[in-house]
């Protein structure tokens, strides 16, 4: 029997086995939080579950009536719990399963291999009694590898994140410096394990798709991981290897916390010279000789920038390119093997594809469309007026006379002037944009468009005076007065 608001029962006893037979009969776990002379509290789930079902019911005693009646009631049984097996269910549709999505690397691999011919792909397993277990799995497209041996900077930045997903695992990653120092994405791969055999793995294929011996002429940027470090050792002897100098400085302020620590850290790091090197040491050695001996442990060579390669045309002393590259993806990493993999293969491929502004050498429209602009061509118009406040006339100076004058707003003034019989009289056209020759009787005499008719220079002189503006003369001839 299920329970409804404003039922009334005889005795709390008829109350519970009406609840007792509600909860067998859809198997609900309830239990009666609350129970005394006059009231009854009845909860779903587990005292102290986080997880609690929302449904309650309370009934009271009522005491003008001798019965017992539902006052408040909440029928829904949501947990968290069947939230959660609801949404895993969703993903699973959308997704597939975790376990075909494994089983269907290799198709995803040749796949790849087919739309982007000459890419480098490369899938391990562990081999047991009981079947084939995924290992490893590395990527890196043909367009990616062109593009970093013809415009980037020899310098690769090494460093790996943890996935999200339900299987646990690492995906690492080698991300470039384009000639603007910027992100680009090289090659990645994910991995069971961040450790050193599947890091010399990952850079022997790396070695080869950026076509190096032994890593010469190549610069690596990485953490103090331990199977790193001997992993790059081993394959790439004679390659650069700097080290992350904020995680040599996290390190470093474990044992010497202070701001002043810090800050000489850093001077040291960006030491461009060997002197300057010795004389920031210097300074650390003067406030705390443990300190100054802990840095010389740690291999300045590797992490300070004045005895970095010359010929990289990169003073970077961190890799937090690969940091930034980790929190573009940080998305993807929460789901399925080949989700993530198709995610991270479209996002590289669109950040390349799309136009990016370069100041004002190219106009780009809607974010992916662009066109080179020629701005020699664009030259702003040359300044008539001389800069600075105008000069006024001394007292000394006779004001010059102006046959011009304003007509206000309207643009229209008068300009006359007498010489024999004849007469020379226009009107400036303001904004209506015509101008009228007149007599002196101000009758119209001739009408003209301004557009088509000639200006006179600003300094033309008619009949003796200088016209300081534009304007239209026309000399008439004199009409006879009539009668």
């Known amino acids: 029997m299920e329970p409804h608001l404003g039922e009334k029962y005889e005795s709390p006893e008829q109350f519970k086995l009406c609840l007792t037979n509600y909860a067998v009969a859809n198997g609900y776990q309830l239990r009666f939080a609350k129970c005394d002379r006059s009231r009854i509290l009845v909860r779903c789930g587990k005292k102290g579950d986080e997880n609690k079902c ?6 009271s005693w009522m005491g003008n009536e001798l019965t017992w ?19 895993a269910l969703a993903f699973t549709l959308i997704d597939g399963k975790l376990v075909d999505q494994y089983a269907r690397i290799w198709d995803y691999g040749n796949e790849v291999l087919r739309s982007n011919p000459g890419s480098t792909i490369e899938t391990g ?13 590395y990527i890196c497209l043909k367009a990616l590898k062109v593009g970093w041996l013809k415009g980037c900077r020899k310098v690769i930045d090494l460093d790996g994140c943890f996935l999200k997903g339900k299987v ?33 793995w990952f850079i022997k294929l790396l070695q080869s798709d950026i076509e190096t011996v032994e890593g010469n ?3 690596l940027i990485s953490n103090q991981h331990k199977g790193l470090l001997e992993a790059v050792k081993e394959v790439m002897p004679h390659v650069e290897h700097r080290q992350c100098a904020r995680h040599i400085c996290a390190n470093f302020y474990k044992h010497f916390s202070g701001e002043i620590y810090k800050t000489l850290f850093w001077e040291v790091a960006m030491s461009t010279t060997d002197q300057q090197f010795k004389n920031n040491m210097e300074k650390m050695k003067q406030l705390n000789n443990d300190a100054y001996d802990d840095l010389m442990k740690r291999n300045p060579k590797t992490w300070c920038r004045a005895y970095f390669a010359t010929n990289r045309a990169c003073e970077a002393v961190e890799n937090g390119i690969s940091e930034s590259f980790n929190s573009t993806i940080i998305g993807a ?5 080949i989700t993530m993999l198709e995610e991270i293969r479209l996002h590289v491929m669109e950040r390349n594809w799309m136009v990016i502004p370069s100041g004002p050498q190219l106009e780009v429209r809607n974010g992916y469309e662009g066109y080179m602009v020629d701005l020699a ?8 007026k001389p800069p600075g406040r105008p000069k006024k006339p001394h007292s000394d100076e006779a004001p010059s006379k102006q046959p011009t004058t304003s007509g206000g707003r309207g ?57 300081d503006v534009p304007i239209i003369c026309e000399k008439l001839k004199p009409r006879k007065p009539s009668g």
């Open 54 to 59: 929302p449904f309650r019911c309370w009934e």
């Open 69 to 87: 009646q539902v006052k408040s009631l909440e029928k829904k049984h949501l947990s968290r719990g069947q939230c959660e097996r609801a949404r």
């Open 377 to 384: 061509d664009c030259a702003p118009p040359k300044e008539k």
């Open 411 to 467: 643009g229209r003034g008068p300009i006359r002037e007498r010489e024999g019989r004849g007469s020379y009289v226009g009107t400036s056209g303001g904004r209506g944009g015509r101008s009228f020759i007149t007599q002196d009787d101000g009758v119209p005499e001739t009408q003209f468009d301004i557009e088509n008719a000639n200006w006179e220079d600003q300094s033309q002189v008619v009949g003796g005076i200088a016209i």
């Open 125 to 137: 397993v562990d081999v047991n009694p009981d079947g084939k277990y995924f290992k490893r799995f």
């Open 217 to 219: 002429g190549v610069t």
């Open 333 to 337: 990493r929460g789901k399925p093997l």
């Open 168 to 200: 646990k695992g690492e995906l690492i990653a080698a991300i470039g410096r384009d000639g603007n120092n910027q992100i680009y994405p090289i090659a990645w791969a994910v991995v069971n394990v961040e450790n050193k055999d599947n890091w010399k």
